[in-house]
């Protein structure tokens, strides 16, 4: 059989995306071009499964108690008494132990030894992380996937290096509002209630709504600032992924990046 090729990223044809940068007291302090990995072609199947592998890979294999629902001395009545022929409790009518029945085991748990990781070629994982990361420079996009932010405001936001250096949640926040993200701030906050099922009773116990990603350069003071604010993700460029940029396979999640950490991704192969 002929190789399976993978299909080529168009060209756009547009001009140079143009974006302000911002001051740490909310001023436009210039305005700069965005490189050309912004202009890859929207691939929304690729971020999908890009996004599907990822959740996969990162979960915990999990199982029941080897013999739940099978701890009890039981029999079976037989036929002729009128009753359905399933395993009962010794001495009681009660029935246990089947899988039909309450307090019976499962029929077909899920096993540890299952292999549910997924895989995807590294180029396409690759094309789907800078797709997305295109889809946050498009401002009709993070406006559909909810975010609030003011019309003047150009994306993906870009802050200059002094906002590395934030030590402080208190500063952090204060950075944010000054952009106008006030409404965002509050959709996230508003946004966190408690988790329906036996999630909340193992460690989960609440919700929160994706809200803005911070990418910045490296390790710095700023990683663990915006980190304490609900909703806020917080990511290093060389581990910038697609579930980050686009959390659930919903491209155009409001990005916030740092003038250094943008300029390592402009050298990033598109």
Known sequence: MAERKLK?????????KKVNVYAT????KKQIELPKIFHTEFR??????????????????????PGAGMRHAVSTWGKGHGVSRVQRLKGASTAAQSP??????????????????????RKEM?????????????????????????????VPIILEDNAEKIETTKEAVGLLRTIGLDDELARAENGRRIRAGRGKMRGRKHRERKSVLIVVSGACPARKSFANI???????????NVEQLAP???????????????????EWAS
């Open 8 to 16: 080529k990223v168009k060209k756009s044809k547009v001009g140079p």
């Open 25 to 28: 007291d909310g001023s436009v």
């Open 44 to 65: 929304p199947d690729l971020i999908s499964r890009a996004s599907v592998s990822i959740i996969a890979n990162t979960q915990q294999p999990f199982s029941p108690k």
């Open 100 to 121: 039909n029945n309450v307090g019976g085991r499962r029929a077909h748990p899920p096993r540890v030894n299952e292999d549910r990781t997924k895989s995807m070629n």
């Open 126 to 154: 690759r094309l789907a992380r800078t797709s997305a990361l295109a889809a946050t420079s498009e401002f009709s996009r993070v406006i559909k996937r909810g975010h609030k932010l003011p019309n003047d405001v150009t």
């Open 230 to 240: 609900i909703g806020v993700d917080v990511a290093a460029v060389d581990n910038l």
């Open 248 to 266: 659930g396979g919903l491209s155009g999640r409001l990005t916030l990046i740092s003038e250094s950490a943008l300029s390592r991704i402009g």
